[in-house]
């Protein structure tokens, strides 16, 4: 496999890819950021433009004799991108996959059809959906979703007023027969594990739950003891790709939402004030006290900022909240800062290159699975929707017999439009639809009991 760039997207995918023993050979014309993946993964690394041929020779892509399965272009320059995908297309590269930043390379799939590029994602979608997720659901710090958004991963804290403490999940479930949800990870005292049905929960635990959209309220008022209101107001700082994608989804999905969009860049909110309908746009420094006052901050439903620079969101986010903002949201690009959320008064951070390394991994690793892949970096899991074949040895046989590893569970399943949370009594059925949760070293294994074949 070849990686052309090594930024945070470039640099996890290679690390990801090397870490399950795939052959990487990645291109970076940047000496620092060369000399960096050269030092710390165990890929071969080819100095140079990725998008000149005698480059791509280098790291394996020649015409007509081409040992490369998969290129992914992943440099912050959508020329260089798409013109590497093109030249490993026509060398015999049988896959390859384009970040695109330009939002309009990504509207219609004609282009990367045209350009022959199998996949051109852009991760502008992907995060303003996160962001609309957390604002919707105030006691969640992480989202993703599945099966089209019908269900989700949501993070919830136990609080000292719930009623779930020193309950069993096994207690839970029977307390709570028409709460659809499983979950699938607790985060106690700095340690992680995967709860079975004895455990017994403490306020304070960070639970990872999977669960259908439609139950999060109820979810809410268990976890927190309060419930999520509806939007009624919503401040985003930044108008770049995120913070318009952010405002034009906020706008379909919430028809009576105000919404309000900073931006230092006159011709840039001159430009945002014609494409947004409903949105206030503003000219000024959404760090500016007097102006976030005079906006009415105090009590507002969502704080976002989504400029190109992370430490500027992060304060940015800080001081949101200090205003009185019930919640804010910082767009970071580098994993560091995700690091340090235990630290900052911000309540949730969003990393689009982590959302976009993500969706990558999914293309690389199961090109034919029926979802998303999530990748949860601070617990070292993932999560994978996939189909169960008519082959699946599985089938008529007990979860619970099936012979799944420890760490490895079947959250969900959709069956002819019906979505549950399966027992260890449930039996699979070919087209079933299931979401994986999984340890990243034991997805593989996992599918491999289920006979589901993504590659």
Not at 223 to 243: A, P, T
Not at 412 to 440: C, H, I
Request: proline letters at 3%; aromatic letters at 6%; glycine letters at 10%.
């Amino acid at each position: 496999m070849v990686v052309v760039g090594a930024g945070e997207v470039g640099y996890n995918v290679a690390k990801n890819l090397s870490q399950q023993g795939h052959d990487v050979t990645l291109v970076e014309k940047d000496e620092m950021r060369a000399s960096k993946v050269e030092n710390e993964l165990d890929v071969m690394v080819v100095r140079g433009n990725g998008a000149r041929p005698p480059i791509l020779e280098k790291a394996g892509i020649a015409q007509s004799k081409s040992d490369v399965d998969i290129l992914i272009a992943c440099t912050n320059h959508d020329e260089v991108n798409i013109l590497a995908c093109w030249i490993a297309k026509r060398a015999g590269v049988s896959r390859v996959i384009s970040r695109a930043r330009g939002l309009e390379y990504t509207d219609s799939p004609g282009w990367a059809r045209d350009l022959g590029i199998d996949v051109m994602i852009s991760p502008e979608r992907s995060v303003a959906r996160q962001i609309e997720e957390l604002l919707s659901v105030n006691a969640s710090d992480y989202t993703a979703e599945f099966f089209g958004g019908m269900a989700g991963l949501y993070t919830f804290r136990v609080s000292d007023e719930s009623p779930l403490i020193g309950q069993s999940l096994k207690n839970v479930r029977e307390k709570y027969p028409n709460i659809m949800a499983l979950i699938a990870y607790v985060e106690r005292d700095g340690r992680g594990f995967v709860p079975f049905g004895e455990t017994e929960l403490q306020a304070g635990d960070l639970c990872f739950v999977i669960t259908l959209k439609g139950q999060l309220a109820e979810l809410e008022e268990l976890f927190k003891r309060q419930k999520s209101r509806k939007l009624r107001k919503v401040i985003i700082v930044g108008g770049g790709k995120i913070g318009f994608r952010v405002a034009k989804r906020l706008e379909t999905r919430y028809p009576q939402l105000d919404i309000r969009l900073i931006d230092q860049d006159k011709d840039k909110c001159d430009k945002l004030a014609r494409e947004l309908e409903r949105t206030i746009v503003l000219v000024g420094d959404g760090a500016d006290e007097e102006l976030l006052r005079s906006e009415g901050i105090e009590g507002i439903d969502g704080f976002v900022a989504t400029t190109a620079n992370d430490e500027r969101n992060i304060l940015m986010g800080v001081i949101g909240k200090a205003l009185g903002a019930n919640k804010s949201i910082a767009v970071v690009r580098r994993g560091f800062f995700e690091k340090l959320d235990k630290y900052l008064p911000v309540d949730a951070m969003v990393n689009p290159n982590q959302a976009l390394a993500s969706v990558i991994m999914r293309y690389v690793l199961y090109p034919s699975a029926a979802g998303a892949l999530s990748i949860i970096e601070r617990i070292d899991a993932e999560i994978l929707e996939v189909t169960v074949g008519k082959n699946s040895e599985v089938l008529g046989v007990v979860l619970a017999e099936a012979g799944l590893p420890k760490g490895v569970l079947v959250a969900l399943v959709s069956r002819r439009g019906n979505v549950f949370v399966p027992t260890g009594e449930t039996q699979l059925e070919e087209g079933d639809q299931v979401v994986l949760f999984a340890s990243s070293d034991k997805m593989q294994q996992a599918l491999n009991i289920l006979g589901v074949n993504v590659s």
